[in-house]
C-alpha cells in the first residue's frame, strides 16, 4: 500500500514536521520515497510511528509531493487499518529570509485502507 504526503492549495511554507502513526498489527512500514529533489527528508521509524520533517530552501506555495510511504498489509482480507498524521511544526521564510511559525489546521487526521 503506498500513502503519497502532499502539501496542496495555497500554502506558503518552507518547513514542515509531522507524525504519522499506523496499526503494526496490519501495516508493516516498508520505505519512504522522496517525491521532490529539492526537500530534505529526516525519518525515524519508532514503534507505530513516523517522523518526517520537510526543509524546503525556498517556501513552497503550491501543490507538491514530498514523500510516498510504502507499507505492507499484514491483516486478513476485509481488516481495516488506520493511518494518522498529526502536523507538529510548521513555518516559513519571512521577506528578511527569516524562518518563522507557520499557521496550520490540520490534526489527527485519519486514512482508512481498506
Known amino acids: ?23 503494526e498489527d496490519l501495516l508493516e512500514y516498508v520505505e519512504a520515497k522522496n517525491l521532490d529533489a529539492g526537500v530534505m527528508i529526516n525519518k525515524e521509524d ?17 501543490s507538491v509531493d514530498f514523500v510516498e510511504l510504502v507499507f505492507r498489509v499484514k491483516g486478513q482480507h476485509g481488516d481495516k ?4 498524521y498529526d502536523i507538529e511544526k510548521a513555518a516559513m521564510i519571512n521577506n528578511n529570509n527569516d524562518i518563522v511559525t507557520a499557521d496550520y489546521t490540520v490534526k489527527d487526521t485519519v486514512i482508512h485502507i481498506y
Not at 500500500?1 to 496499526?23: E, H
Request: charged letters at 25%; aromatic letters at 6%; glycine letters at 6%.
Open 1 to 23: 500500500v503506498s500513502v503519497r504526503v502532499k502539501i496542496g492549495g495555497q500554502v506558503n511554507l518552507a518547513v514542515l514536521q509531522m507524525y504519522i502513526d499506523y496499526d
Open 46 to 62: 519508532e514503534k507505530s510511528r513516523l517522523r518526517l520533517a520537510f526543509l524546503s530552501d525556498d517556501n513552497v506555495t503550491g
Open 81 to 84: 487499518a488506520v493511518i494518522m
